[in-house]
């Protein structure tokens, strides 16, 4: 009877929650921090070749030019972010955000060379030594993952808060802006890959507020972000240059302060 009880009181004190007038938040500007879960889509790493691989008693040349790839999978990592903008009467905000997100690899699979699967290649393939029996496959050596990746973004965004008549308000938002990438590919703890590219990016939002005070909210957000290009990254192991995606959902919480207009 008791767990029937509290079941039943949970939406009613949302509902109670909701209709709470509102605090009236005052227009003009505001500062606010965030941090959550950047959750990373699979790169479809793709590049190719930018010298000739010379050929060796085991292997044949690679010519420059030839298409190289890869797929990597990341680990769920953290977000975090730092927010100053200024609230309209009519509802709409600008605003500009700095905003840092970080995730380990978890593997890579699927190496192609021109097209073709490797992964079950002797790995000398791509180190130029001896063939060997002995030696792992290409797929055994970048399973393993390891590595990161971190992204650092200057963006300006827009968002529309609806009103409600209570202290819980929803909102949409877009914003535009720049970003460097940050990767780190060490599979195995081999060096293939440690360099940093910039692009333009682009990211979506939806939330929702509630207003503790007149001068205070805290807020729930989705974020989808993601850049315009693949960051173009040089490989350490092979005279290739990899161009690797960012694509993250975030899904953060923070606070905003307003000190009126």
């Known amino acids: 009877m008791t767990n029937k009880i509290n079941r039943s009181l949970i939406p009613a004190a949302a509902i109670a ?8 938040l005052a227009d003009g500007p505001y500062v606010g921090v965030s941090g959550g879960v950047a959750l990373p889509e699979d790169s479809t790493n793709a590049g190719e070749f930018d010298a000739d691989v010379p050929a060796t008693p085991d292997f044949g040349a690679i010519p420059a030019g030839t298409e190289l790839g890869w797929n990597t999978q990341f680990d769920t990592g953290f977000a975090i972010g730092g927010q100053a903008g200024y609230a309209f ?18 593997s890579h699979s699927g190496l192609t060379v021109g097209g073709t ?13 001896p063939a060997d029996a002995a030696n792992p496959t290409v797929g055994d050596v970048i399973a393993d993952g390891q590595g990161k990746v971190s992204n650092f973004g200057v963006f300006g965004n827009v968002y529309y808060d609806i009103e409600t008549g209570s202290a819980f308000k929803p909102y949409v938002g877009a914003g535009i802006g720049y970003q460097w990438v940050d990767v780190d590919y060490s599979p ?20 929702a507020s509630f207003e503790l005070s007149d001068s205070a909210e805290v807020f729930g957000q989705y974020t ?3 850049t315009t290009e693949e960051a173009d990254v040089p490989l350490t192991l092979l005279p290739a240059t990899l161009g690797v995606e960012s694509s993250q959902s975030i899904v953060s919480a923070g606070v905003r302060f307003h000190f009126g207009g």
Request: glycine content about 12%; cysteine-free.
């Open 17 to 24: 929650l909701a209709a709470i007038p509102s605090a009236a």
């Open 89 to 106: 009467e009519n509802g709409f905000r600008l605003e500009a955000e700095l905003a840092y997100s970080e995730y380990d690899v978890d």
């Open 117 to 129: 699967n490797i992964d079950g290649a002797d790995v000398a393939v791509l180190t130029r030594g």
């Open 188 to 207: 195995s703890g081999v060096a293939v890959g440690d360099d940093n590219d910039g692009t333009f990016a682009y990211q979506l939002m939806a939330g």
């Open 224 to 226: 989808w972000r993601d």
